[in-house]
């Protein structure tokens, strides 16, 4: 079994910045992907950024505002946010793609952390 543990949410001012983590635990032999979505009220979860096999992808949405990376070792996944709006408002959630040590291949989530842009 796999645990993501995300950090890093809260209240923030349009135009402020935040930093998401989401650590990883358990029953890992690789991570073949780890990234962001996130699902805002009455709307549908959706990709933000995700990293896979060194290589970035970002909705269009947050493009030249939102930054994926990733530590290796601490199997751990950052997503550093500027130029924050209210649209971006919303639950984030942590997702990974995770090999085990049995060669078993399954997708963890996860519980979310809330991102409020407000004045």
């Known amino acids: 079994q796999v645990q993501l543990v995300e950090s890093g949410g809260g209240l923030v001012q349009p135009g402020g910045s935040l930093r998401l983590s989401c650590a990883a635990s358990?029953?890992?032999?690789?991570?073949?992907?780890m990234g962001w979505y996130r699902q805002a009220p009455g709307k549908q979860r959706e990709l933000v950024a995700v990293l896979t096999s060194g290589r970035s992808n970002y909705a269009d949405s947050v493009k030249g505002r939102f930054t994926i990376s990733r530590d290796n070792a601490k199997n751990t996944v950052y997503l550093q946010m500027n130029n924050l709006g209210p649209e971006d408002t919303a639950v984030y959630y942590c997702?990974?793609?995770?090999?085990?040590?049995?060669?078993?291949?399954?997708?963890?989530w996860g519980q979310g952390t809330q991102v409020t842009v407000s004045s």
């Open positions: 358990g029953s890992i032999f690789s991570i073949n992907a």
């Open positions: 997702h990974a793609n995770v090999r085990s040590f049995r060669q078993v291949v399954n997708d963890y």
